[in-house]
């Protein structure tokens, strides 16, 4: 079980931030989230796009303002979940909490700050018939491990980066990598599509465009898949051991729809006039997961309801605990990790 | 008056000719968003740089307005995308101009 004080929910900027306001407060935080990586939004959809709304950044990469949230935050020693959802939220008789992710594992903490964007992201599922059913039977929406399908026959379909990498990765793996795309025409990086085009003069990727996967074949697993040609015109059936589509992923709220939130246009309905929290006393959702009269989803309105919510959980942790604001200028920083970051000291010296 | 008229059927197949301001730097995606025509967080969910189809739509009566070419993300999204057909353009990358005064739009199903 992983002790934590407070548990995020979500390690996009807001998330993160949260993290050092908590720190400051001598709290500790943990942080869950179904993506590999930290950055949520920022680093899976536009890591290199510029944002230009950050105070004091006249622009800032996406991905670098995470680098740098990440930076911001290290003496404070954040815990990480990754590649886990969460799933399931108990709220003990202490008013502390148990969050389970979708893998299992647990995490007790004594409040609980939503983080979560505009959701978990989900892969895009192409419109088949039939599709759910071969899901873990041959249908796999990520390559979570590529021994699986070592010496397989395999179906790639998607025209992005990741349909190019990994049908370039697999066919080392693979005993025949088929890649399906709509158009002649790939999105991705320069280097993967000039790549693909060798391995396919190579053999070694079996490159079918215009092409469209429109039906799945097999028993009780995936066995042959049909392509369809100019919209259905001209079909043809391949044998495969599984189909991979990779159509890229989009933000579903998710299992934290079930947890009891009040829940309004795909929002967590929280109170914006004291400190972010949700109708479930001790679980807070900040940034652009929440809603409240005058929302607006913006990076720096994140910000500031992770600084109020982590007021609200300190004195919800300390009842009646004196406190008063401290200026970082003033006091510094002190760390989880025992660092010390402080303005340097005037010198008093004489000038002879 | 900077006003245009823009008619969008939404996802039940219901009919809205609403006022579009051509002076706001607006695009159709977020004058679907600034009426409530879809449901928050089914649209507009990358923020409008192409890269995830949730404001596709079908131009109804392209010969009759002029609309800008898609841009070459633009393109590539819609190869990508599901429910896509000849007509079938991104919300987010046609600006609201008194070119496409009258332009009609359905909706693409939410993925």
């Known amino acids: 079980m992983i002790e934590t004080d407070i548990l995020i929910i979500g390690a996009g900027p807001t998330g993160l931030f949260a993290v050092f306001e908590a720190g400051l407060l001598k709290l500790r935080c943990h942080i869950i989230d179904g993506l590999p ?13 510029p ?66 964007g505009l959701g978990s992201f989900e892969p895009r599922k192409p419109v088949i018939e039939g599709l759910n059913f071969y899901e873990d039977k041959g249908v796999e929406y990520f390559v979570k491990n590529p021994e699986q ?22 066919s080392d793996v693979a005993k025949s990598v088929t890649l399906v795309h ?14 693909v085009q060798e391995l396919k003069h190579q053999g070694k990727i079996n490159l ?23 919209g259905g015109v001209s079909t043809q059936i391949i044998k495969t051991d599984y189909f991979i589509p990779l159509f890229g992923l989009t933000p579903k709220l998710g299992p934290i729809a079930n947890w009891g939130l009040e829940i309004e246009k795909n929002a967590i309905k929280v109170n914006n006039a ?12 900040i940034g652009d997961i929440n809603t409240y009269p005058g929302k607006l989803k913006l990076i720096l309105c994140g910000f500031h309801e992770a600084t109020l919510m982590c007021q609200s959980v300190y004195n919800r942790i300390n009842p009646g605990k004196k406190y008063v604001l401290k200026y970082t200028t003033v006091s510094g920083i002190d760390g989880f990790d025992g660092t010390r970051k402080e303005a340097e000291k005037a010198v008093v010296k004489a000038i002879d | 008056m900077s006003d245009i008229k823009i008619t969008i059927i939404d996802r039940e197949g219901a009919e809205h000719t609403v006022d579009a301001p051509t002076d706001m730097n607006m695009n159709v995606m977020e004058l679907v968003r600034a009426y409530e025509l879809a449901e928050e967080g089914t649209i507009g ?35 990508e995308a599901f429910n896509v057909k000849e007509n079938s353009r991104l919300g987010c990358q046609i600006p609201i101009t008194p070119e496409i005064e009258g332009l009609r739009i359905e909706l693409a199903p939410e993925v």
């Open chain 1, 51 to 116: 944002i230009f709304d950050i105070p004091g950044y006249p622009s800032v990469g996406a991905a670098e303002l995470i680098d740098n949230l990440m930076e911001q935050i290290k003496q404070f020693e954040p815990g990480f979940t990754l590649n886990e959802v969460a799933e399931n939220i108990e709220k003990l008789e202490d008013g502390t909490f148990i969050v389970t992710t979708n893998k299992g594992t647990q995490h007790h903490a004594k409040a609980v700050a939503i983080a979560g």
């Open chain 1, 274 to 285: 004291l400190d972010y929290q949700t109708n479930i006393e001790g679980v807070y959702a």
């Open chain 1, 37 to 49: 990586q930290p950055g949520g939004q920022l680093t899976e959809l536009y890591p290199k796009k």
């Open chain 1, 182 to 195: 709509r158009r002649n025409e790939f999105r991705g990086a320069l280097d993967s599509v000039e790549k």
């Open chain 2, 45 to 79: 969910i990358c923020g409008g740089m192409a890269m995830c189809a949730s404001c596709q739509c079908y131009v109804l009566n392209e010969d009759e307005v002029s609309l800008v070419e898609k841009n070459p993300d633009e393109e590539a999204m819609l190869w």
């Open chain 1, 208 to 230: 079918i465009t215009p092409a469209e996967v429109t039906e799945i074949h097999g028993n009780e697993h995936v066995e042959a898949v049909t392509l369809s040609f100019d």
């Open chain 1, 149 to 170: 399908f070592r010496d397989k026959n395999i179906v790639i379909s998607g025209g992005g980066d990741s349909a190019l990498d990994w049908s370039i990765f697999l």
